[in-house]
Every structure is written in C-alpha cells, then in structure tokens.
C-alpha cells in the first residue's frame, strides 16, 4: 500500500512539474523573429509582391516590386519626389502614414493622413530623438514612427511617396528601425505594412 501511494505522489509531481514547465516556457528572440517572418511572408504572397535582391538601376519600380534593404526593410518607391533631398540635421520632414499592423490573426488597419492628426515631425538624421522623446506616450509617434522611417530619405526626397514593411526585429546601427510599439509589445514582433507614406519638405 505505501508503495502504491510513493509512485501515486511520484505520478502527481512528475506532472506538476511538466505543467509548471510548460506554462512558464517564454519565447525566445528566434522564436519571435520566425513567427513574424511567417507574418511577413503572407503579406508578401497577399499583395502579390515580387521582392527584389538589388535597387532598379532605372529608380523606377514596378507597382508590386519591393526591394529587401539591409535593415530588413522592404520598399517600394512609387514618387521619388521632386528632385530636392534632405540635408542631415537641417531639414526638417512632416510625415503622414497609412497602412496595417499584422498580428498573427488579425489585420489592424491606421491612417493619419486625415487631417483630424497632425503630421509626425522630424529633422533628418535625428529621427532617434524623437522616438526615444515618444518612447512612453502611446501617440502616433510610439505606435507607427522609428529610424526605418527616416533612413528610406537616402533613395527619395521631397514630396516622395513610398510603400514599406517594416519588420519589428530589424535594426539601423543597432538601433530599431520600427516603432517602439512594434517592437514591445510583450511576447511578439509586429510587422507594419505601410501602403502610403508620404514626406513633405518644410
């Protein structure tokens, strides 16, 4: 009798061990950078796009072509603007966005081009202030801003409109390239689908 009730009490802990394992088991970086890789390739396959490895020679894309930067950052160009580029630390960039978060089930899509939002502001190659000024306030900025954002300011200029998707792992010089909700919130990376960003010179 007291042997059954030794492996009886052995049976119970074993599996209290395992279910405390289990619900205590956290997700790692890799697990998290591969589930929103997965995320971004069904955006991909969704809005048919054709990834390109290198920069058109031409400037000139087509309307689903997407060039896969170093950042992680995948970019469209559909109005490189009006010939006038940024100066680092001198000109200054009002900036309105449209597009979708992708979670893993769902699509939340956001748009600040109504003018019921003001334009997000930043002064080329300062962008990192203002999302580290934005980093706790849960406005526009904390949710759809970062250096990715700013860093596409090497192929367009003023006036130029762009699509994008900014992954919520990749980074610019250690730094993260999408918003800080992208990357913090809780156990998951959250890709951007931008369908129209748009820079105005001012």
């Known amino acids: 009798m007291k042997k059954f009730f030794y492996i009886i ?27 929103e890789n997965k995320i971004i390739r069904r955006i991909i396959a969704d809005h048919n796009i054709e990834v390109l490895t290198e920069y058109p020679q ?10 896969h930067l170093s950042s992680g ?20 960039i009002l900036l309105r966005v449209s597009g979708a978060f992708h979670y893993s089930d769902t699509v939340e899509n956001f748009s600040t081009f109504p003018n019921t939002y003001p334009p997000m502001e930043f ?9 580290e000024e934005h980093s706790y306030s849960y406005d526009i900025y904390y949710m759809y801003f970062g250096v990715g ?14 699509k994008l ?30 369908d129209r960003v748009r820079y105005t010179f001012y």
Do not use: H
């Open 58 to 67: 031409s400037g000139i894309f087509g309307e689903n072509q997407f060039v």
């Open 165 to 194: 998707i900014v992954p919520g792992y990749s980074d610019i010089s250690s730094y993260p390239a999408g918003s800080t909700y992208q990357s913090s919130a809780g156990n998951m990376f959250i890709p951007i689908y931008f």
């Open 73 to 92: 950052i995948y970019l469209n160009v559909v109005d490189s603007g009006n010939g006038n580029r940024a100066v680092p630390n001198n000109t200054e």
């Open 9 to 35: 009490t052995m049976f119970w802990f074993a599996l209290t061990f395992v279910f405390t394992v289990s619900c205590n088991k956290t997700i790692t970086y890799e697990e998290m950078k591969a589930n």
């Open 123 to 131: 002064r080329y190659g300062l962008a990192r202030n203002v999302v």
């Open 149 to 162: 954002l700013e860093s596409i300011m090497s192929y367009v200029g003023d006036s130029a409109i762009v």
